[in-house]
């Protein structure tokens, strides 16, 4: 079993940075593919970066560019860091492991999700 905990969510202006945290505990050895997804209000839950085992990352076209996701494996804890910020991706952030199968986009692939946390962007 895996617990997942994000944190570093909050209100920003237009244009700001946060930074995500997303720690994992559990049966967990680093080798798994860790997910960031995001869901705004009436909308589907959408992948927003996910980096691999062996540090590979992938990036939604939305947030290539001004996000990027790191992982220390020592800790872990993955890292979501969001930069130029914008009234669009305003949502509840969710992280997500994958154990023991490659990087997917699709939310149905990942076996344990936190519960997420809130960025609010103001215009």
């Known amino acids: 079993q895996v617990q997942l905990v994000e944190s570093g969510g909050g209100s920003v202006q237009a244009g700001g940075s946060l930074r995500l945290s997303c720690v994992a505990s559990?049966?967990?050895?680093?080798?798994?593919?860790m997910g960031w997804f995001r869901q705004a209000p009436g909308k589907e839950r959408e992948g927003v970066a996910l980096i691999n085992g062996a540090g590979g990352t992938g990036y939604s076209l939305a947030v290539k560019g001004r996000f990027s996701i790191s992982k220390d494996n020592a800790k872990n804890t993955g890292y979501l860091q969001m930069d130029r910020l914008n009234h669009q991706d305003t949502a509840m952030y969710y992280c997500?492991?994958?154990?023991?199968?490659?990087?997917?986009?699709?939310?149905?692939?990942?076996?344990?999700w936190g519960q997420g946390t809130q960025v609010t962007v103001s215009a």
């Open positions: 997500a492991i994958r154990l023991y199968s490659g990087c997917s986009w699709s939310k149905g692939d990942f076996d344990y």
């Open positions: 559990g049966s967990t050895d680093g080798r798994y593919c």
